[in-house]
């Protein structure tokens, strides 16, 4: 089973005003039976590094258990946030 979690209506910004909220809706895909997980951020301009590092943990979590996240669709300020951190690959997003 796959899911795509549309992010940019509910969270065009990921910043200290939503990061605890944007933690829970992606700390609840890791319980759920759901082999794969894409992150699609049509319409989200900003993340902030509490979201990058839940984004990894939730990443990591589920590689454990033979289970795949990915991101599509992100902006070129956020591209370029996820190279500096060494994650485009990770993540599959093209460089």
């Known amino acids: ?3 795509t979690l549309s992010l940019g209506k509910d969270f065009p910004q990921i910043d200290g005003s ?3 909220e ?6 609840k895909i890791e319980d759920a039976d759901i082999k794969e997980v894409i992150l699609d951020f049509e ?3 900003y993340i ?3 979201a ?4 990894f943990a939730t990443y990591q979590k589920l590689k ?3 289970r795949k996240l990915s991101i599509i669709n992100v902006n070129d300020k956020i591209k ?3 190279k500096v951190a060494n994650l485009t690959s990770v993540f599959g997003i093209d460089n």
Request: proline share 0%; charged share 25%; glycine share 8%.
């Open 48 to 50: 902030n590094s509490m």
């Open 1 to 3: 089973m796959e899911i």
């Open 64 to 66: 454990d258990q033979d």
């Open 22 to 27: 944007f933690a829970a809706e992606i700390i």
């Open 43 to 45: 319409g989200t301009e």
């Open 80 to 82: 370029r946030l996820l």
């Open 52 to 55: 990058m590092g839940t984004i």
């Open 18 to 20: 939503n990061s605890d």
